[in-house]
């Protein structure tokens, strides 16, 4: 992943986790164990309705951007917002094909419309005689499959993300494989009205036992005026959980109610890396969720003993099943809030070699980031403070929103006021099965830095 630089701010539509409060409404008020047969009945696709111009691929209208507003998308960004345009020839319906202009009317991009977001016109191809149509979609979905196959992640038994929205140039679409299911999120109405072509195109590439749509950021698909209930599109959704392999682990992975698609599959090379630096130590892992991080650190790094908190109830459930499916005996799993959990700890004077934290997206949007770094800061200064001498934290931030330049400045303040020495050993980011294009930096999100604190 890129490191340590400052971007322009965020703009909506990007950034894949969503929020704490989400979460928790998500895999807390849901019935424990839904199946198939619960699920909400298949329905069509919801607007937009097709048009003759979906199939064929080609534009209904030109859309001419401001002067001097062209150069972004000269350079690939496929964000056209509405602030960009100054006019549009013609009168595209939301999801129609559109081209891209400068206010003298040269050609720039192909993209797709949508009047009811804030971010009008997303772009997906750059030449003026590529059509938007189903063998577009196909191609584009095979040369992400094509990446995933060199990374070496084509292993049917594991689990990977097939497709990262901007960093595989399909803005608003992530698709992940668990074994033999995929799990779809879409954020962008673009996306949404072409269902049917990418999931023909899925089927033909991967042929999967059944093709699952997930609510993804609902926030997101908000600003899309998108209302995507979760339901099997296509085949048949798994009979309980789906188990998946990361090298000598397992994973249970619930398709139907987890968090995100089901499992943070972002964070599988983090894991490894801090599992390294676990052996004989007694980890904490705060914001456990399945207990990725807890279960690695435990059986692959050899962990004395793990203490592994979220608090969803779900979760915890799930990280308890996993830790015992592994045979992690030492791995104790509570249910609790992680602010309150960390300075009961505190106060009781308790220490670890090892501090995980992996908490929620605390920040939503620009104007929040102040206060997302005051909560980094908090959790941050506490864990250092349960950490002994030598001890290793991993911290992350997901906060696509949060700078990596932010967060280490905020890291930086912690070793001031805690006055210990914090010597970082890797700022690592997602795993590459999460390409973060580089004509749209605002795809990329997650930090994580693994520090040895003196
Ligand atoms: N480390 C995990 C992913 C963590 S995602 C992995 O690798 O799989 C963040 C988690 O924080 C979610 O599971 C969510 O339930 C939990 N969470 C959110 N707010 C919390 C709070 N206040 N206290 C404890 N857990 C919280």
Not at 53 to 62: N, Q
Request: aromatic content about 6%; some cysteine; charged content about 25%.
């Amino acid at each position: 992943m890129p490191e340590g630089r400052r971007r322009p701010g965020r703009k909506p539509g990007s950034g894949p986790r969503h929020d704490a409060k989400d979460q928790r409404r998500r895999s807390d008020s849901a019935p424990e164990g839904r199946r198939r047969d619960d699920l909400p009945p298949v329905e069509p696709p919801p607007p937009p309705a097709a048009r003759p111009s979906d199939e064929l691929g080609l534009p209904t209208a030109t859309v001419l951007v401001k002067a001097k507003r062209a150069r972004p998308f000269f350079g690939r960004h496929p964000w056209v917002l509405d602030t960009a345009i100054e006019r549009v020839e013609g009168t595209p319906a939301d999801g129609d094909v559109v081209d891209l202009a400068t206010h003298e009317g040269r050609f720039i991009a192909r993209g797709i419309w949508n009047a009811s977001s804030r971010l009008r016109v997303r772009l997906y191809a750059f030449e003026s005689d590529v059509p938007l149509d189903a063998p577009f979609w196909r191609s584009r979905i095979d040369a992400a499959i094509a990446l995933r196959r060199t990374l070496g992640l084509d292993d049917r038994s594991g689990a990977a993300r097939l497709i990262n929205s901007e960093g595989d140039d399909l803005s608003g679409l992530i698709v992940d494989r668990y074994g033999d299911h995929l799990a779809i999120q879409v954020t962008s109405l673009a996306m949404a009205g072409r269902l049917d072509a990418i999931c023909d195109a899925l089927e033909a590439a991967v042929k999967p036992a059944g093709i699952l749509l997930r609510g993804a950021d609902r926030g997101l698909s908000k600003l899309e005026g998108l209302h995507l209930p979760d339901r099997v599109i296509r085949g048949t959704a798994p009979e309980g959980p789906v188990f998946i392999r990361e090298g000598s682990l397992s994973w249970g992975v619930d398709l139907t109610e987890g968090q995100k698609t089901g499992f943070y599959l972002d964070q599988r090379d983090n894991r490894r890396a801090a599992a390294l630096l676990a052996r004989d130590r007694r980890v904490l892992d705060l914001f456990c969720y399945s207990g990725g991080f807890a279960v690695t650190c435990a059986i692959t790094g050899s962990a004395r003993n793990v203490l592994a908190v979220d608090g969803s109830a779900k979760a915890t459930a799930l990280a308890r099943a996993n830790a015992d499916f592994n045979g992690a005996a030492n791995v104790t799993v509570e249910t609790a809030d992680a602010f309150a959990r960390i300075d009961s700890l505190a106060a009781a004077g308790e220490k670890f070699g090892m501090v995980i934290l992996d908490p929620p997206k605390f920040a939503r949007s620009r104007g929040a980031i102040e206060e997302a770094l005051r909560a980094y800061h908090r959790i941050n200064r506490v864990a250092v403070d349960l950490l002994e001498p030598g001890g290793i934290l991993v911290s992350c931030s997901c906060s696509g929103s949060v700078s990596r330049d932010d967060f280490l400045e905020m890291l930086s303040a912690v070793a001031q006021r805690s006055g210990r020495q914090i010597a970082m050993l890797e700022c690592r980011g997602a795993a590459p099965d999460h390409p973060v294009s580089a004509s749209c930096l605002e795809g990329e999100y997650l930090k994580c830095i693994i520090a040895r604190v003196a």
